[in-house]
């Protein structure tokens, strides 16, 4: 009684709604003529029957209908789908768990044997290196090699014929006192030396002039101590060292003064050496030092009770003013570009040399002295 019951209610609510009446559709062609119908579920293709040009015309419905739907309403049985078949789960192989003997890599292929690559790099280089491209390769080495030397022959030719006049002009110029020329000549004839290759008693004195004269045509026309007294004068305490640096660093001084090496902290040497000379501007000492540590054979062994003499040019660095926890000024020199002198001739220009023969005497072994160190350092 009740599966009676269930199937009579089933057939009731289950019953499809009837169908709507069918819409009319009158399509206009192009030649004018209008086609008329009923629109159905489907596309309709109609021909126009004056001109023959085929007409669309869309369905009650431009919304594709489900399958299910259809059959419901057609009053067919509902096939549901097939349901999708189940895939296995991949079992997950630990790498433990694998039988021996199982290849888990290909096989390499086998390797080319290395007389057959020997075979093929020979023949790659013979079809590579031709007869016409050995030739053209050796006329390009010849021809660069000829000019190198045609070259080399050329500058050294020039060098031999320019350097005696060079060193003539300069001896010249150095008597005259004209410090632009000699320069200017003595670093033409190094240069010619250097060329040259030489290496005699002639090329090192010309080289050590080549450095003097240069110097002498830099050398300030006033003392360190009436520098330090007119920077005095015209600037006050604060800007002393800011104008020391613009105005006087880089000029060069002469000195003929004893040296030594400055200590440090625990007695070592610092890279400074003082000049024992003692200056007073305005009543305030200053100290004059060198930056680094320049001739350390020259230096070696000198201390402040035993200083050594010697005569130099040296570049103005900087100026330290005096302070509350260190009353003496501080005058430092460039040690990187300071030149020791060797050559009596540029103290003669400079009018440098005492006229007493015993003092000349020993300016002259000091020089001699400095110039053994400077042709050792060479």
Known sequence: MKTDWFAQARSVFGRRTAPPPPQPFAVPCDCGALLQGERTDALQKPKCPQCGQTVFVLPECVYPIPESVRQRWAGEEVTAPEPAPKQKPRKTVVKGDEPRGSATKPPRPPGIP?????????????????????????????????????????????????????????????????????????????????????????????????????????????????????????????????????????????????????????????????????????????????????????????????????????????????????PTGRVWLNGATAVLWTESQTLAALEFLPTEAEQLAVVDSLLAAQRDLVEVDE
Request: net charge neutral.
């Open 114 to 326: 290395w007389s057959e690559r020997q075979r093929q790099l020979t023949t790659s280089l013979r079809s590579q290196i031709t007869p016409l491209r050995l030739i053209a390769l050796a006329v390009c080495a010849l021809v660069g090699l000829m000019t190198l030397v045609l070259a080399r022959q050329a500058r050294w030719s020039h060098a031999q014929a320019a350097v005696q006049p060079a060193i003539d002009a300069g001896y010249a110029a150095l008597e005259e006192r004209d410090f632009a020329v000699a320069a200017k000549s003595f670093t033409e004839a190094a240069a010619a030396l250097d060329v040259l290759g030489r290496r005699d008693d002639v090329a090192r004195t010309v080289r050590r002039l080549s450095r003097e004269v240069a110097v002498c045509d830099q050398l300030s026309s006033e003392s360190l101590l009436d520098l330090l007294d007119e920077l005095h004068t015209k600037t006050d305490g604060a800007d002393v060292a800011e104008r020391f640096a613009r105005q006087y660093a880089g000029r060069w001084i002469l000195f003929d003064a004893p040296l030594f090496a400055e200590l440090g902290r625990e007695g070592k040497r610092s890279r400074a050496v003082r000049i024992d000379l003692p200056l007073l501007v305005r009543e305030a000492p200053v100290e004059i030092l060198i930056d680094g540590s320049p001739w350390p054979a020259l230096l070696s062994g000198s201390t402040a009770s035993s200083p050594r003499r010697v005569l130099f040019a040296a570049q103005l660095d900087r100026f330290e003013p005096a302070t509350k926890e260190r």
